[in-house]
């Protein structure tokens, strides 16, 4: 047997076979990864919309903050007004 034989038997009985199960380990680790990637999509999917309803409920309150702030402006500006009022009937009040 030549060389070249040798070479072809010693790839074919030792070899091959080593490629052969790294190639099954290398599908199995693809699965694995498949796996995580689709967990990661759900928790990603999942992060997104917890985010979207949080996004929600915090426009929500600004604008009951908003309204109640347009309140307290005009009771404020109401407030303002009748003490300017007061202050010009007093002003005309002979002393």
């Known amino acids: 047997m030549g ?4 070479i072809k038997t010693a790839f074919q009985d030792v070899i091959a076979p080593e490629l052969h199960i790294l190639r099954g ?5 693809d699965q694995k990864i498949d796996a995580v ?6 928790e990603i999917d ?3 919309a ?7 409920e915090l426009l929500a309150e600004i604008r009951r903050v908003d309204v109640r702030i347009d309140g307290v402006d005009r009771e404020l ?5 009748v003490r300017e009022r007061l202050a010009a ?7």
Do not use: C, F, V, Y
């Not at 380990?25 to 680790?29: A, E, K, S, T, V």
């Not at 990637?37 to 759900?42: C, H, K, P, S, T």
């Not at 009937?89 to 002393?95: K, Q």
């Open 77 to 81: 500006r109401t407030a303002i007004d």
């Open 3 to 6: 060389l070249n034989d040798r």
């Open 37 to 42: 990637d689709a967990r990661l999509g759900i």
């Open 50 to 56: 917890e985010t979207i309803s949080m996004k929600g």
């Open 25 to 29: 380990d290398i599908q199995r680790l």
């Open 89 to 95: 009937l007093e002003a005309r009040r002979p002393a």
């Open 46 to 48: 999942g992060l997104k």
